[in-house]
């Protein structure tokens, strides 16, 4: 099952809001194929950031948002920090099988 | 709060077989379905396989079945991962995650362990 595809990279300034992008075909991340993101910091246990599209657990920061459309989610930073730089995944639920996006690398300026 | 901890990677020629372990603490591991979970720099984060409360119900990526043995020991609270006829791609970090509570595997992996190396390699 191919990847979700997520941006390599992006980048900003401390205090800047940044987006990730998470896309796939509608059996991956179409209507009725909830969104998840994970961060995963260097040498770290990666970290659920957000279920179900829009919701974050219990101890997330309110900086971190989802969202989605259609065909296509997005993770959005705002007022990015320093401790923010790790690199962040996207991820579905389709046919028995998790299928995780490309990973995107966030650096802060 | 939540720990696993993965052990049992290490070093192995094509062809090998190795046998990872994961110490799950601090919540019931008897309620929550169990996966293994793996990133490659290449292919990124990859699942594996995953197992009911029980231990009955068993799924495998497509790319381990028929050489990957996921189980489980509710007494010791521990997962395993037994893996045969390795290949070079099988190279990765493997991580132990947990998964729903409920009857079905659950959409996601709400807790991970620090994970562990498996490099193969002649």
């Known amino acids: 099952q191919a990847a979700l595809t997520q941006p390599p990279s992006v980048s900003g300034a401390p205090g800047q809001r940044v987006t990730i992008s998470c896309s796939g075909s509608?059996?991956?991340?179409?209507?009725?194929?909830?969104v998840y993101w994970y961060q995963h910091l260097p040498g770290a246990a990666p970290k659920l950031l957000i279920y179900a599209n829009d919701s974050r657990p219990s101890g997330v920061p309110d900086r971190f948002s989802g969202s989605r459309s259609p065909t296509s989610a997005s993770l959005a930073i705002t007022g990015l920090q320093a401790e923010d730089e790790a690199d962040y995944y996207c991820q579905s639920y389709s046919r028995l099988t998790y299928v995780f996006g490309t990973g995107t690398k966030v650096t802060v300026l | 709060e939540v720990q696993l901890v993965e052990s049992g990677g290490g070093s192995v020629q094509p062809g090998g077989s190795l046998r990872l372990s994961c110490k799950a603490s601090?919540?019931?591991?008897?309620?929550?379905?169990m996966s293994w979970v793996r990133h490659t720099p290449r292919k990124g984060l990859e699942w594996v396989a995953n197992i009911g409360q029980s231990g009955g119900a068993k799924y495998y990526a497509a790319s381990v079945r028929g050489r990957f043995t996921i189980s489980r020991s509710n007494a010791d609270h521990s997962l395993h991962l037994q893996m045969d006829a390795l290949r070079s791609e099988d190279t990765a970090i493997y991580y132990c995650?947990?998964?729903?509570?409920?009857?079905?595997?659950?959409?996601?992996?709400?807790?991970w362990g620090l994970g562990t190396l498996v490099t193969v390699s002649s």
């Open positions: 995650t947990r998964g729903s509570s409920g009857e079905y595997p659950g959409f996601y992996f709400d807790f």
């Open positions: 509608s059996l991956e991340i179409g209507p009725g194929h909830d």
């Open positions: 601090n919540f019931i591991f008897s309620n929550y379905w």
